[in-house]
């Protein structure tokens, strides 16, 4: 039996894999280089609403080496952009009608939520807080202009 070439899934997926990998040392090691870790939500979440299992397979591995890459705390990424998408994002998409105001908050919540959850989970595991440096701003200013083309 022969699959039509229209259901045929690329590896192209794969190849973005390589290049987030290759991104995020480079963004490691110049601090100028925003982590993408926005656009890496809106990708989960569309990914979740897909019902797309590989997608989040992939998504996840890149958000490993995000922590990876900064020293974070292993899959607390990916259990605070779950957390996220089902209790923060549909009561912010309920609230407002503005789309321009939707993508705001998905790049809001996603940076400085994500470090209030470490937080939380820094004092919760008597751990080191994260540090929050001045190129959040940028990066969140930076993030939004990507996340407003995608």
């Known amino acids: 039996m022969q699959r039509s070439i229209s259901d045929q899934k690329p590896i192209v997926p794969l190849f973005y894999i390589v290049l987030y990998v290759l991104y995020s040392s480079l963004g490691s090691i110049y601090p100028f280089l925003p982590p993408l870790l926005s656009v890496l939500f809106v990708l989960f979440s569309r990914a979740l609403k897909r ?22 705390l292993l899959f607390s990424s990916v259990i605070y952009f779950y957390i996220q998408y089902k209790f923060i994002m549909p009561k912010i998409i309920q609230n407002f009608s503005c789309n321009f105001c ?5 790049v809001l919540f996603t940076y400085l939520g994500y470090f209030t959850f470490l937080t939380l989970i820094s004092n919760i595991f008597l751990l080191e807080a994260p540090e929050i440096n001045y190129y959040i701003v940028y990066y969140i200013v930076i993030e939004f202009f990507i996340v407003s083309l995608i």
Not at 55 to 60: E, F, G, P, S
């Open 51 to 72: 019902g797309d299992s590989i997608a989040v397979i992939l998504i996840t591995f890149c958000l490993l080496v995000f922590e990876a890459n900064y020293g974070y």
């Open 102 to 106: 939707i993508k705001i908050s998905y």
